[in-house]
């Protein structure tokens, strides 16, 4: 299969090994609007370098485009790809608005490409070893769950990329960029999300950027709820942290690690277990999860078997309504959406 790749900036980088590392599949391409970007990709992986995603398509006729572009041109590049029968495999965010999921929602309908999209810290080991732990009923019945993100970002980040930091090209900020990982990952393990509450502020960068640096949700799923908290207004990238208060135990995952705190009989936390979780390395940042590869191997599985990959549109409507609702709940000064 040939692939391409459109946006050649950091997280590019890690499509373009993932694909290296995959049998039967060519990068054989790679386009970006600075064409100097891509042409490193050239001389790193032999593919061809194009600066416009149209030229590069046409010339190559790929079976995959993977897009690595800034936000807001997710969905026209996804929408032009996949009416070509081309499919799509996209980093996050999948929208940035209600009218992009509308969409988006059309161009996958109508295809005849097929899309998926990269929530890759789905295949964290750490993820799969508590989802196996709570499908097993050992950890009793779900109370509540708290996730937390609490990162740094300066001026910089937002002033030297051209996009990031405007409500238009970004879409928001913390959550969208920064922390949708997380608030996927609770809907992962709680289940179908109900409703949502949510409040932004700017602390550390007015004037500069024009989305939020902190987000403060409360969310409520088909069972429990959960407390959420993202920030970049923090010193450094600390692990993002998910707890998950059971009737028996409660269980904190920090990237990789595990952490079960057991019940005693009253209730209080007794035995403390560290259990060995598979570690794998990262492709690229640490704090972007080891399941790039895995996640993309997986799409390009389910096309050669036909089947169905999890995280195509259906798989993350959840979350993607949800961190609309929780932007526009913020809109309304917290109300309940």
Same mark, same amino acid.
């Given at each position: 299969?040939?692939?391409?790749?459109?946006?050649?900036?950091?997280?590019? !980088?890690?499509?373009?090994?993932?694909?290296?590392?995959?049998?039967?599949?060519?990068?054989?391409?790679?386009?970006?609007?600075?064409?100097?970007?891509?042409?490193?990709?050239?001389?790193?992986?032999?593919?061809?370098?194009?600066?416009?995603?149209?030229?590069?398509?046409?010339?190559?006729?790929?079976?995959?485009?993977?897009?690595?572009?800034?936000?807001?041109?997710?969905?026209?590049?996804?929408?032009?790809?996949?009416?070509?029968?081309?499919?799509?495999? +996209?980093?996050?965010?999948?929208?940035?608005?209600?009218?992009?999921?509308? +969409?988006?929602?059309?161009?996958?309908?109508?295809?005849?490409?097929?899309?998926?999209? +990269?929530?890759? *810290?789905?295949? *964290?080991?750490?993820?799969?070893?508590?989802?196996?732990?709570?499908?097993?009923?050992?950890?009793?019945?779900?109370?509540?769950?708290?996730?937390?993100? &609490?990162?740094?970002? =300066?001026?910089?980040?937002? &002033?030297?990329?051209?996009?990031?930091?405007?409500?238009?090209?970004?879409?928001?900020?913390?959550?969208?960029?920064? $922390?949708?990982?997380?608030?996927?990952?609770?809907?992962?393990?709680?289940?179908?999300?109900?409703?949502?509450?949510?409040?932004?502020?700017?602390?550390?960068?007015?004037?500069?950027?024009?989305?939020? =640096?902190?987000?403060?949700?409360?969310?409520?799923?088909?069972?429990?709820?959960?407390?959420?908290?993202?920030?970049?207004?923090?010193?450094?990238? !600390?692990?993002?942290?998910?707890?998950? $208060? +059971?009737? *028996?135990?409660?269980?904190?995952?920090?990237?990789?690690?595990?952490?079960?705190?057991?019940?005693?009989? /009253?209730?209080?936390?007794?035995?403390?277990?560290?259990?060995?979780?598979?570690?794998?390395?990262?492709?690229?940042? /640490?704090?972007?999860? &080891?399941?790039?590869?895995?996640?993309?191997?997986?799409?390009?599985?389910?096309?050669? &078997?036909?089947?169905?990959?999890?995280? =195509?549109?259906?798989?993350?409507?959840?979350?993607?309504?949800?961190?609309?609702?929780?932007?526009?709940?913020?809109?309304?000064?917290?109300?309940?959406?």
């Amino acid at each position: 299969m040939k692939a391409a790749i459109v946006g050649c900036g950091n997280i590019a !980088a890690v499509h373009a090994k993932s694909i290296s590392l995959l049998e039967g599949v060519e990068l054989a391409a790679a386009a970006d609007i600075k064409k100097d970007r891509a042409e490193k990709y050239e001389k790193e992986y032999g593919c061809r370098a194009y600066d416009s995603m149209e030229s590069m398509l046409e010339a190559e006729r790929p079976d995959v485009l993977h897009i690595c572009t800034p936000h807001y041109l997710h969905v026209p590049m996804a929408q032009y790809a996949l009416q070509r029968g081309i499919h799509v495999f +996209c980093e996050k965010p999948p929208v940035i608005s209600e009218e992009q999921l509308v +969409c988006l929602e059309k161009a996958v309908a109508e295809g005849p490409g097929r899309a998926g999209f +990269c929530f890759q *810290n789905r295949y *964290n080991p750490s993820i799969l070893y508590v989802k196996e732990l709570l499908a097993s009923g050992k950890a009793g019945k779900v109370k509540g769950a708290r996730g937390i993100v &609490t990162w740094h970002r =300066d001026a910089a980040y937002y &002033t030297e990329s051209g996009w990031r930091g405007k409500l238009e090209t970004e879409g928001g900020g913390a959550l969208i960029n920064q $922390s949708i990982h997380t608030m996927d990952l609770l809907g992962v393990l709680l289940g179908k999300p109900v409703s949502v509450e949510a409040q932004t502020a700017n602390h550390h960068l007015p004037g500069v950027i024009e989305v939020e =640096d902190t987000m403060e949700a409360y969310i409520r799923y088909e069972n429990a709820a959960a407390c959420f908290y993202a920030t970049t207004a923090y010193t450094e990238d !600390a692990p993002p942290l998910i707890e998950i $208060s +059971c009737e *028996n135990v409660v269980i904190r995952i920090e990237d990789l690690d595990v952490t079960l705190f057991w019940r005693d009989d /009253s209730g209080e936390h007794g035995r403390i277990e560290h259990p060995e979780i598979a570690r794998k390395k990262a492709l690229g940042k /640490s704090y972007w999860g &080891t399941g790039h590869l895995d996640c993309i191997s997986d799409f390009y599985r389910c096309l050669k &078997t036909g089947g169905r990959f999890a995280q =195509d549109l259906n798989g993350v409507r959840d979350t993607v309504r949800l961190m609309l609702a929780a932007y526009e709940s913020a809109r309304q000064k917290g109300k309940q959406i």
